[in-house]
């Protein structure tokens, strides 16, 4: 009768409400412990993300880097002329630039989860390329691709570099590349792929000296802090990133340095000290594992280009 005069009584629900709010709580609450590494990306993530590709250690954008470089006539040639190009995780569309001068698009979609980070590197594209069309769209494309009608399929060049992929278990990435290959029929598909490579050179590229990839680990805690209102705190939490060679994969994982109690709106879950969550997957594949995900995938005209040392593959595939 006096919940007019409670002023607890209109608080929000305690129970998680948004589906991002769901699954982290879900995430939380499995054992082991797991969040989605589409968190690691806020405007602060998506930040230390760009500073992580200029480390020595990180060679994935280097070596991709060199292959546009030697080999971007070649791939020009492979995929023909292109009209629309669609990149899929675009972050500051530093990729896609490199690309612009052998493939020659007229229109560029970029699409990222972080739709500010986004807008600002649009902003500077549109001054350097006047002529260019550019539709910027944010969105998490791991969901659903849904784009602008007006684009006919066979009109489209997904671009999907960085081996972003390789941050997808093995289904969802089959997954993804069906979802791709449905949305460019008669069009196709340029995909960049990291390799399977020594431990002594996987592991540092992901704990990296100046400690740039554990701050980018950590920050998805504050992140999830000011998604889910939870109560994590950086400081209990320390970075580990291993190669699992049987799945062929490097691990990211934020181990308790110490018992951690971490609460949030309905819920809480006690961490022992060393008990961990799993934060990351990044899938390292061989030419032929990849080439027959994209033929399982439904692609074919399969073509692939290498660094010097063969540390780095970029696919081409028509859908
Ligand atoms: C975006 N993605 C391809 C990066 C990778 O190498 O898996 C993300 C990353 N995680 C730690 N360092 C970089």
Not at 59 to 86: L, N
Not at 134 to 153: H, K, R, V
Not at 160 to 178: C, K, V
Request: net charge negative; proline share 7%; aromatic share 10%.
């Amino acid at each position: 009768l006096l919940a007019g005069a409670d002023p607890h009584f209109l608080a929000p629900s305690p129970q998680p409400h948004s589906a991002e709010q769901h699954e982290l709580r879900d995430g939380l609450l499995d054992d082991p412990a797991h969040i989605d590494p589409k968190f690691l990306y806020d405007a602060l993530g998506s930040s230390l993300f760009t500073a992580i590709t200029q480390l020595p250690e990180y060679y994935p954008t280097r070596c991709e880097a060199e292959i546009f470089e030697r080999h971007g006539q070649d791939i020009a040639r492979h995929i023909g002329p292109v009209q629309t190009m669609i990149d899929l995780g675009a972050g500051d569309c530093a990729k896609a630039e490199r690309m612009f001068a052998s493939l020659r698009p007229r229109h560029y979609v970029p699409i990222d989860i972080s739709a500010d980070y986004l807008e600002s590197a649009v902003r500077r594209l549109r001054l350097s390329y006047p002529d260019l069309r550019i539709t910027p769209i944010g969105l998490d494309f791991s969901q659903a691709l849904a784009l602008p009608a007006d684009i006919a399929p066979e009109q489209r060049l997904f671009f999907y570099p960085g081996s972003s992929i390789g941050n997808l278990d093995p289904d969802a990435a089959l997954a993804m590349l069906r979802r791709i290959r449905r949305q460019c029929a008669g069009g196709g598909l340029l995909v960049g792929v990291d390799r399977v490579k020594p431990r002594q050179v996987l592991e540092p590229a992901y704990d990296d000296a100046l400690h740039l990839t554990a701050a980018f680990n950590l920050n998805l805690l504050r992140h999830v802090n000011g998604v889910l209102g939870s109560d994590f705190d950086v400081g209990d939490w320390s970075h580990v990133a291993l190669f699992n060679s049987e799945r062929s994969r490097i691990e990211m994982h934020l181990q308790a340095r110490h018992p951690v109690t971490v609460t949030w709106p309905g819920d809480a879950r006690h961490f022992a000290a060393g008990e961990r969550i799993h934060t990351e997957n990044s899938y390292k594949f061989t030419p032929p594992a990849f080439t027959d995900l994209l033929r399982r995938a439904g692609f074919d005209g399969i073509e692939h280009w290498s660094d010097t040392r063969g540390w780095f593959s970029v696919f081409s595939a028509r859908a």
